[in-house]
């Protein structure tokens, strides 16, 4: 903010930390949105979500600011937002876009040449199309489109047996896939995070005032938040009503919240706010 002497920023994650776990609400976590926005400091989602995603969030927040998308896949800068084009970024759809992983069609290839040995083992997002994403997901048509809007990685539904899936997910490895295990879904991907995605925009920043510092938070509920968690100057963990918090190496100027979801969120940002990390 002006007058201020140091750039403050807030990445944070979107599912179980800005978002409701339950219900995906934001209310809790609106006015503090406001007071950041009012004291011009950026709020940047860093999700698993796509672009398509965000974007929706980012229209009914009105929120201007760069983005993480995909789990550090990549960095979407709004076209102008700093006075020069950031170096590796390429201009597409009124954005810069920093890209840190290998796009969908990797995958996807990767998926079809698996078929020959774990045909009918398994499904994915892409071969279901919005339809059979809705069915398996529940999700509403509009937002099972969005979810298929992938860019840099790819769901797969693993049908067949425990012991076939460890061998699928080695090959997938041994092809230079990075296989993270969610709740339902295998999410197969690059070798990125959201703390490497965090540390680059982070760098485009402070090349925007290089005489002041940047102060960011990091705000997560899970473990595909630790590595941004560990980068950020404070880390903020907000509670999960369904899992514990992430473990963290660092020990200083972490805030962990009482309260759960957005209401954590916004408890853990006046913590920061107010310079009280509590080490
Ligand atoms: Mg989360």
Redesign the pocket.
Known sequence: MPGDDRQRLVFT?????LLDHHSYSYADAMPRLRALDRMAIPVIPATSKTRAEVEQLRRELGNRHPFIVENGAAVFIPEDYFASRPDGTRVSGGYWIRELAPPRARWLELLSALEGDYGGEFQHFFRLGTPGIMQLTGLPEARARQANEREYSEPVHWLGRESRKQRFVAALEAAGATVLRGGRFLSVSGDSDKGRALQWLRACYREREPGLPVDDLAA???D??RAMLEAAGTALLVRSPVHDFPQLRRGSRVIRSRATGPAGWAEGVATWLRGDTGN
């Open positions: 994650d979107l599912d179980g930390t997560g509920d899970g595909n938040d």
